[in-house]
């Protein structure tokens, strides 16, 4: 049997799509699951006024989440992956306000791991945001559940830095800026 240039190119093209849609998939799924493991542990991470972090894997060909792990104020380190785990997304919490730096925003060192990780990142801020941070273009988006409301529980404390307009969308440059004009 002889196969043309058009019949390979045909099915590869099914292929490719039936990967790239189980990639979607897949990549869809861990977002949902990294934001439901953010909404589970904002409570948590408000009252204890620490950080709390964890991560989305593929292992053995199934959606897992490993975490939350307790950080501290300002830092979290995750659980370890096992070695033929899937690292395919991250989360952390912001914790409380602070009068030291805003946290309804993602900081730099958030951008850089997100960078250096290469995996989406998802982050929950005292004030009920939700960020999304791309490791390919560097933005960093904020996530709304149903009817545009924020997703998870807000603080019943004032945000220090309450007087800061906050964009929808931001790149890693645009938040150092922000973050400069408030020091």
Same mark, same amino acid.
């Given at each position: ?18 990967? +790239? ?7 869809? =799924? ?9 909404? =589970? ?48 997304? +991250?989360?952390?919490?912001?914790? =409380?306000? +602070? ?5 309804? &925003? ?16 998802? &982050? ?14 560097? &933005? ?24 800061? +307009? &906050? ?6 440059? =645009? ?9």
């Amino acid at each position: 049997m002889k196969l043309d240039f058009a019949s390979i190119r045909t099915v590869l093209m099914a292929s490719l799509l039936s990967s +790239s849609l189980q990639a979607a998939e897949i990549s869809v =799924e861990a977002a949902a699951m990294a934001m439901k493991a953010l909404a =589970e542990v904002q409570p948590r991470s408000l009252k204890d006024q620490v950080e709390y972090c964890g991560s989305v894997i593929l292992r053995n060909g199934k959606l897992k989440v490993l975490g939350p792990a307790k950080g501290d104020f300002e830092s979290c380190e995750p659980p370890q992956l096992g070695r033929t785990d899937s690292y395919l997304a +991250s989360f952390h919490t912001h914790g =409380e306000f +602070s009068w030291d730096s805003p946290t309804e &925003i993602p900081s730099d060192e958030d951008f850089q791991g997100v960078k250096e990780e290469g995996v989406t990142g998802f &982050i929950g801020t005292p004030g009920g945001r939700v960020w999304q941070l791309d490791p390919i273009s560097g &933005i960093a988006s904020q996530r709304f559940c149903l009817g545009f409301k924020l997703c998870l529980t807000k603080s019943k404390r004032k945000d220090p830095f309450s007087d800061l +307009s &906050i964009p929808l969308s931001l790149t890693r440059d =645009e938040a150092n800026q922000l973050l400069q004009g408030l020091k």
